[in-house]
């Protein structure tokens, strides 16, 4: 039987073959090892990419509604505490007024009206705020601030009440001023836009709108109250103690009976900071889930992989042996 004789250039030839090929192995189970991600995805997936491809589209649509619920729920909580300080004053100065009122004394009069004017700047700066750089209530107008200072509200109004005899008509005039379709406050002081702002989409068909804006009704009439009580502290309009204890009573009203309107759109309000909190779990959990098999498909197992890198190590520790060896296979090694 004969047998085939393998010279010495074709057997360096495959030494050297074999060394590359196991140099590329360890390079490729060292760079695993380091960072944690399987090299060859294709070998790994037998080619198919369709189940990776899912995963990663939907883990870049759960960070993109993430943003959106993070902008969502700064947008929601600012908006309730504005609100929340309109609330507080009306809660505060109602009473203050009525006992006022019924103390009978003119000075307590004139002490419960004195800071009116800068309670309502106080009211339209929390309704001028921002978030982003977005204004909470300026409707599909988020660049521009809602409304005008309360001081530019109250020179508006000041010269229609030359014409108030009584203090009913006072009254008529501010509220119509504030509440009246086309009136003052939707024609000057209102600087935002008449559509609702852009919602937020927090999930596949899951969009939130807040739909409040300085226009919505309630807040308005919110306002009317400190706007009168301003007016009567600069003496606007009729100026006899009658009147003015009329004035304030009726102010007072108004702030006390604008609290169950400010409150039915703030548990509305409520209503929408929890839907995005629940979309915030719901796209935790998914991402997490996402997250968890995108690492099983591309991620590397450090403890195979270490075992692999060391019997690779092995080989070429090995090889290295074998082609020292085989390098000493001379004529005069073999005559020594």
């Known amino acids: ?59 870049r649509l759960g960070t993109a509604y993430k943003t959106a619920i993070d902008e969502a729920a700064l947008q929601t909580s600012a908006m309730q505490t504005a609100l929340g300080t309109i609330s507080s004053q009306l809660d505060t100065t109602g009473p203050k007024l009525f006992s006022a009122v019924a103390s009978g004394s003119l000075p307590n009069l004139d002490a419960a009206a004195a800071d009116a004017g800068s309670k309502l700047d106080h009211l339209i700066n929390a309704l001028n705020g921002k978030t982003a750089g977005r204004s909470l209530f300026s409707g599909d107008r988020p660049g521009q601030p ?16 030359a014409g108030a005899t009584n203090a009913q008509d006072m009254i008529t005039i501010v509220e119509d001023w504030f509440l009246a379709p086309g009136g003052g406050f939707e024609t000057t002081a209102y600087q935002g836009g008449t559509a609702p702002a852009s919602g937020f989409t927090l999930a596949d068909g899951d969009v939130v709108t807040p739909g409040l804006s300085a226009l919505t009704p309630e807040i308005r009439e919110a306002l009317v109250g400190f706007a009168l009580t301003a007016l009567v502290s600069q003496g606007q309009g009729p100026g006899d103690e009658t009147s003015r204890r009329t004035l304030l009573e009726s102010a007072g009203n108004k702030m006390l009976g604008s609290q169950s309107g400010l409150s039915a759109i703030r548990a509305d309000l409520g209503t929408m900071e929890a839907r995005v909190e629940a979309a915030r779990v719901r796209n935790t959990a998914s991402r997490t889930v996402l997250s968890v098999e ?41 005559l020594r």
């Open 294 to 334: 995108h690492n099983r498909l591309t991620g590397a197992d450090p403890f195979t992989t270490a075992t692999e890198l060391e019997a690779v190590q092995a080989q070429l520790e090995s090889l290295f042996i074998l082609t020292a060896r085989m390098a000493r296979l001379n004529l005069a090694e073999f």
């Open 146 to 161: 809602p409304l005008i200072s309360g001081a530019d509200m109250l020179t508006e109004i000041a010269p229609l009440l």
């Open 1 to 59: 039987m004969s047998m085939a004789a393998i010279s010495d250039m074709a057997q360096s030839f495959h030494m050297r073959q074999r060394s590359t090929e196991v140099k590329t192995q360890m390079l490729r189970l060292t760079a695993e090892l380091g960072s944690g991600k399987i090299s060859d995805l294709g070998t790994a997936l037998g080619g198919d990419f369709a189940g990776l491809a899912a995963i990663e589209r939907g883990l």
